[in-house]
């Protein structure tokens, strides 16, 4: 009996017994003879792609979520000239991502971390609550050593720098495509930084962002509850954590090692 699926391709027939496909080779190839290689179509231990070809040999899946339409649509043309990628879809927004995401269901995402309506941070971090094994690669300019612990907590498999090469970015892609992960060596100096440090807790953070916002300590102290001999202590660790001269030094800091966000 013929197998299913079977390829109309002149000179080749099918032996269902030991599922080798004799095809007739050209002239091309040292003159026409017949070579018996393995059949892909219609076995089941090999499932076709959308494009006929073998499973394992597929394309990479990508959705891109990038809030700025230039780099977008040099995102689009760089991807689609990779013969083993494929632009699945397009957001520009953070509540369109997770819709997106849950549409096309891509081997790799590529996000930005500067969206509209909510930061990559919080939009990796739901699309990896709702999708456990989802791989994102973040695409940003923010380079700080905050921004990028944050990515990464959040479920992010790469961190990649807009101002690297074209190639290190299909590179990343292909790495966690094929094994979860990929953290650039500029990437991991900027972690490697501040490594060994000791991390302001989520209370100093707190503190840290009402005083950003321009209040006094009383003030602070009234916000979160707290008596105010608590926030000076607050406010002495940080202060002591970040290396900084004062409160003010500490927030410059913060600023600049993407801790806080402006």
């Given amino acids: 009996m013929p197998w299913p699926m079977q390829p109309s391709v002149p000179g080749k027939r099918i032996d269902a017994n030991d599922r080798f496909c004799a095809v007739s080779i050209p002239n091309a190839y040292c003159g026409k003879r017949t070579a018996q290689v393995p059949c892909l179509v219609g076995d089941s231990r090999y499932p076709a792609s959308s494009k006929g070809l073998p499973l394992q040999h597929a394309q990479i899946r990508i959705l891109s ?11 689009s043309a760089i991807i689609g000239a990779q013969r083993d990628m494929l632009l699945v879809g397009q957001a520009a927004h953070a509540a369109d991502a997770v819709s997106q995401f849950r549409k096309h269901r891509p081997d790799v995402t590529l996000m930005d971390l500067c969206l509209p309506g909510a930061t990559g941070t919080d939009t990796v971090k739901a699309i990896c609550d709702e999708f456990q094994g989802a791989r994102i690669v973040i ?3 923010l380079d700080c050593d905050g921004h990028i612990q944050r990515a990464l907590r959040a479920g992010a498999s790469a961190y990649i720098l807009k101002r690297m090469p074209k190639e290190d970015m299909l590179s990343a892609i292909r790495s966690v495509y094929d094994r979860g992960r990929c953290i650039p060596p500029e990437v991991a100096a900027r972690i490697a930084e501040h490594m060994g440090e000791e991390s302001l807790t989520t209370r100093e953070l707190d503190v840290l962002r009402l005083i950003r916002d321009g209040n006094r300590n009383k003030q602070i102290a009234d916000k979160l509850c707290i008596a105010e001999a608590t926030v000076n202590f607050h ?5 002591g954590k970040l290396q900084a001269n004062d409160r003010t030094h500490a927030l410059s800091i913060a600023f ?4 806080l966000e402006f």
């Fill in 65 to 75: 979520i990038e809030s700025h339409p230039v780099f977008r649509e040099g995102l």
């Fill in 256 to 259: 600049r090692r993407g801790l």
């Fill in 139 to 141: 695409l940003t300019d």
């Fill in 235 to 239: 406010i002495k660790n940080l202060v």
